[in-house]
């Protein structure tokens, strides 16, 4: 598959969303928790406390919505203020009981609309970026469909990234840096390419820690694998101390780029 084809099938309306994968990997015992204490409870995110396995995890993601209906409520998974604020809320609340956080990334970018930006987009975003590479608690962000932008990265300050083969993760959308570069959306398979924004391409540039097979629907032996490969990951870290941890971290992001 050329880099704009794994675009499109990131954004395939059949893809499994975050929804499906709190579902299947943490069943019954799953609490959503909901609302900022701020303005609002925004539904473009699902967020609240589940046992993988044996073990009490946070569990964020970006919900995107099954059907128009749904897609509607959830506002295509592009987050307002609130669900930013949201996500910060419970992943220090994580931290104050020192459970691990995972974090489902799904959106094509942080919603940009007026009301967005009178409350604070930009502030909601920073301020997770900030605070979550100083959380004293394991924090690992799993990209499964798009990872647009700002909107993305406010969930993936994480000990590690992961995403699934047919995920992306990119600054911009490859429509977007077309129109920008060449004035012409019709570049967009040229821009993806250029981006270096498939799942592949992170890996070999050491943007991402690990490329999952995609899942389909009712495959529970690969959600059972997932759920132990992460159960595994959030023990070894539970071991380190965490303002290592938080150290760790930042060193994590500060190798990302660099020229040898």
């Not at 569990?59 to 996500?87: C, S």
């Amino acid at each position: 598959m050329s880099a704009y084809e794994k675009v499109l099938a990131a954004r395939d309306t059949k893809k499994l969303t975050s929804a499906d994968y709190i579902h299947a990997m943490f069943g019954e015992s799953f609490i959503e928790l909901h609302g900022d204490r701020n303005y609002a409870d925004d539904k473009a995110v699902i967020g609240g406390v589940g046992m993988l396995n044996a073990m009490p995890v946070t569990v964020i993601g970006l919900e995107k919505g099954r059907n128009t209906m749904e897609r509607m409520e959830r506002n295509f998974g592009a987050a307002h203020p609130e669900g930013y604020r949201k996500a910060l809320r419970l992943m220090k609340q994580a931290e104050k009981f020192h459970r691990p956080v995972l974090c489902f990334v799904d959106t094509s970018g942080a919603f940009c609309g007026i009301g967005a930006e009178e409350r604070g987009q930009g502030h909601a975003i920073a301020t997770n970026l900030m605070e979550m590479m100083a959380l004293k608690t394991p924090v690992l962000s799993v990209f499964i469909g798009e990872g647009g932008s700002g909107g993305a990265i406010a969930l993936a300050v994480a000990d590690e990234v992961w995403m699934m083969e047919n995920a992306v993760y990119s600054v911009i959308s490859p429509e977007g840096c077309a129109s920008i570069l060449w004035k012409d959306s019709a570049k967009a398979p040229e821009a993806a390419e250029a981006l270096k924004m498939t799942a592949q391409d992170l890996f070999k540039l050491g943007v991402v820690e690990r490329i999952l097979r995609e899942p389909a629907q009712g495959d529970q032996k690969m959600f059972e694998s997932l759920k132990l490969l992460i159960c595994r990951t959030f023990e070894k870290n539970l071991a380190i101390d965490g303002e290592r941890l938080a150290e760790l971290r930042y060193q994590r992001f500060r190798k990302i780029g660099k020229v040898k």
